[in-house]
């Protein structure tokens, strides 16, 4: 599908684009019909989950949202930890606390409608310059410049930049500007991002495909999978844990919630030692471990990966009649409907695979 003699700065490019999304743009479940006017919270709430996880991760938490909280209303007088709850499993939770926290504010000091300008967007919790941008275009249909990780990649192909994407943010914001049309801007939103998902991809793009290639520098390079430029990848450092599971003698198990702030925040978590640079001795259980029983080492480690580390917890179980201090207790049967993140989720399936004789 290769065009040939496209301008980039007549508009031709974002008609080109258009025209291209009218036959290939992709239906997801929180895109408006053609010709009906996107709904608002819809966007909102797909914009926040999208961010930095890819769709096919996104889709089944989307519709089980919708189908709890269909509209915004009922999301802020949702009790935050079913929303939690629901989000559990998708990751970067400070994105489910500031979702609730804005739920709360649109509702209640803008009257529960969104505002319909970027500034005023972006003091929103969790909506920062992409997310208001997207929210502008999307459901309000106004010219915005919405510059994701696929459109990022796009403009850095298209002008061959040269350096990484983290490196020429403003050059590749600004480029992006130059092609986001004043016509049906929401369109070119989404068909941008397309291109980014479906075409565009960071490798082996599909160049045969691309309605865009006639214009992009690095296609005529024969090698476009070479741009952005990659930074050097740094390894992740290794980091250690222990994690105490202790079951009450008619297995209620012992849980705790993260502090708001930091990693996992707001999340519950099976009562743990933290993370450390190193493996921790045996002896730690008996001196650091939140209450004195005889603990049971679960056979095998937990791995887990996150965005700047790799953890890997060992398990010890134990038993108790009171639940350690700062925790509760939740009956066995339903742990699976808890907010754990993926980590703690592990744990579970771990220690559930392992016959224990607990004293």
């Given amino acids: 599908m290769r065009q040939t003699n496209i301008s980039r700065d007549n508009g031709e490019a974002a008609e080109t684009l258009l025209k291209w999304y009218d036959k290939k743009g992709r239906t997801l479940p929180w895109r408006a019909k053609h010709g009906k ?32 909280w269909p509209n915004l209303e009922q999301l802020a007088k949702a009790d935050r930890d079913d929303v ?26 803008h009257n529960g409608v969104f505002p319909d300008n970027e500034e005023s967007l972006r003091s929103l919790p969790g909506i920062g310059p992409y997310t208001a941008a997207a929210i502008m275009a999307i459901a309000y249909d106004q010219p915005a410049v919405v510059v994701d990780g696929n459109v990022a990649r796009i403009m850095a192909r298209l002008y061959k930049v ?3 994407i983290q490196q020429s943010r403003t050059r590749l914001e600004n480029l992006a500007a130059r ?25 082996s793009p599909k160049c045969v495909e691309c309605p865009w290639s006639s214009l992009c520098e690095a296609h005529a390079t024969g090698k476009p999978e070479n741009w952005p430029r990659k930074k050097p990848k740094r390894s992740k450092p290794r980091c ?3 994690v105490f599971w202790i079951e009450r003698p008619d297995g209620a198990v012992a849980l705790r919630r993260r502090p708001d702030d930091g990693l996992l925040g707001g999340m519950l978590e099976v ?32 791995r887990h990966s996150f965005t700047h580390f790799d953890l890997e917890v060992t398990i010890f179980a134990g038993r108790s009649e009171k639940a350690p201090d700062g925790t509760f207790w939740c ?13 703690m989720r592990k744990v579970v399936t771990l220690v559930q695979m392992t016959e224990m004789n607990l004293q």
């Fill in 37 to 68: 006017t996107p709904d608002v919270y819809r966007v909102w709430l797909s914009e926040t989950m999208l961010q930095q996880t890819q769709v096919a991760t996104v889709e089944p938490y989307y519709r089980k949202f919708i189908k709890k």
């Fill in 84 to 109: 939690l709850r629901c989000w559990a499993g998708l990751g970067y939770y400070a994105r489910a606390r500031n979702l609730y926290a804005c739920a709360q504010t649109v509702a209640n000091e």
């Fill in 162 to 164: 040269n350096k990484p």
């Fill in 179 to 203: 092609h986001s049309p004043q016509h049906r801007p929401g369109d070119y939103a989404q068909a941008i991002m397309d291109l980014g998902a479906v075409v565009c991809t960071p490798r």
């Fill in 240 to 242: 250690y844990g222990v």
């Fill in 271 to 302: 009562p743990n030692s933290g993370w450390h640079d190193r493996p921790l001795s045996e002896g730690f259980v008996g001196t650091q471990s939140p209450m004195k029983t005889q603990w049971v080492l679960i056979p095998g480690l937990v």
């Fill in 331 to 343: 009956p066995k049967g339903d742990i699976e409907s808890q907010a754990l993140p993926s980590l």
